[in-house]
């Protein structure tokens, strides 16, 4: 196949996964990197390479709505990034030494995992007020967003910040390993482990995956993981599909959309275990 | 759960972290409550939006640019597979610069794939800009332990850019 007909075809693809991912509110993270592995056979640390880039175009496109509208804790975003960022370097230096074979493995597992939660319902929990967290005391982690369903605004404290930041760094090394924007670790772990209310979650974790996944791009950048003629045509496949599907997000179902990627991702999943093992 | 929320002094006098849940900003003789628009940090999200978002329309538009001109000046990507077609674009380390001084030689002669590698590079620095814009804002507002917090942020970003080749 000639060149010219892979920079197309790939565009494509990742127009679809940019789509999907802001329509589903994941990252196209995960179908990237399945689709040029076993669709395309490249090497997998270049396709960890191209769709990290992709992952940082999408969320800075992201992230800078949620800014603006107010809902992200950026106090606790910034501290948690301490440890995501330091996982991602980790995880970054360690895709070189890990043989192929587990990187296809991890994935399926981890594509697994995200499917599973995003088909389990979630028990919504009132925020904790009062907190005896020492750290988030000193930070001052709290916060407040205007709920616009709820028509009133919510305050709310923040605790578990040991929990946090374990959890956190584990998702920077998932996310540098893999590729992959490491959302679905983030939130439950910003919203079970910190009590954080999910939409104070879900933003800051937009504005925490752009940052993560810069800490391992770099290390990648340097080390010739990034093949632009993969990267350059995935980046601008997936933001312009990310921008088509915040103009539909409104007029489809999200209920429906979630279905459709839970069953992509089982695919997925069963795939990367199958090239894995 | 009711208590006092004071905000936290510049100079970090100790605060309880309770706020009042029914209070609302505009309360008259409230405590001070914790809203959005009373954290000065917030003054500091409509500069990172900004910057996020010039900074990712930037790099791609480096990148569609560079893309083509690399097609333009490589007529045999676009018709048949010479030496193996796409497949031998992709193989790990290949022709593209990686050095600053590699990729800047490579644009001042006009060649794509350097332009593509400042696309990338534009792209990568964009988040590393936001941790830069937040920490000159906790600075600005003297807010010194989050400073700190983001300044080890940035630390950790720039080790990354410069000892991946080393590792």
Known sequence: ?277 | MTGSGSRRGRDGDAATLMVDQGASATEPGSQEVKSPISRPEHAMETVISLVLRSGVLASLALLVCGVVLMFVQHPSYVSGPAHGGYRALIVPGLEFPRTVSGIVRSVARGRGSGIVEVGLFVLLMTPIARVLASFVGFMIYRDRRMAVVTGFVLVVLVVSLVTGALA
């Not at chain 1, 992201?62 to 910034?78: C, H, P």
């Not at chain 1, 493995?105 to 599973?116: E, T």
């Not at chain 1, 632009?228 to 599909?241: F, K, Q």
């Open chain 1, 1 to 277: 196949m000639p060149a010219l007909d892979f920079v197309v075809i790939v565009t494509a693809a990742s127009v679809v996964a940019g789509l999907l991912g802001s329509v589903a509110g994941l990252g196209g993270g995960f179908v990237i990197v399945p689709v040029l592995t076993l669709g395309f056979h490249v090497s997998i640390r270049l396709a960890i390479g191209a769709s990290i880039i992709a992952v940082i175009a999408t969320s800075s496109g992201a992230a800078a709505s949620y800014v603006r509208d107010r809902m992200t804790n950026l106090r606790a975003g910034m501290f948690l990034e301490v440890a995501t960022t330091l996982g991602a370097l980790c995880g970054a230096y360690l895709t070189t030494i890990m043989p192929e074979r587990i990187l296809f493995i991890l994935f399926g597992v981890v594509v697994a995992y995200s499917g599973m939660m995003m088909y389990l319902k979630r028990v919504v929990r009132e925020p904790v007020y009062a907190t005896n967290d020492c750290i988030a005391a000193y930070l001052d982690l709290g916060g407040s967003y205007f709920d616009d369903a709820e028509g009133r605004l919510v305050t709310y404290g923040v605790t578990g910040t040991g929990r946090g930041l374990s959890l956190m760094y584990v998702a920077g090394m998932l996310s540098a390993l893999l590729g992959i924007g490491a959302g679905t670790l983030k939130v439950p772990a910003m919203d079970l482990a910190m009590h954080m209310p999910i939409k104070a979650s879900t933003a800051t974790s937009n504005f925490m995956i752009g940052v993560t996944a810069a800490a391992s791009a770099g290390v990648y950048f340097t080390r010739g993981q990034i093949d632009p003629v993969i990267a350059g045509p995935v980046a601008v496949g997936v933001v312009a599909g990310s921008l088509i599907g915040a103009r539909l997000l409104s007029r489809i179902e999200a209920s429906k959309i979630r279905l459709l990627f839970v069953v992509i991702m089982a695919v997925v999943a069963v795939e990367m275990l199958m090239r894995g093992l």
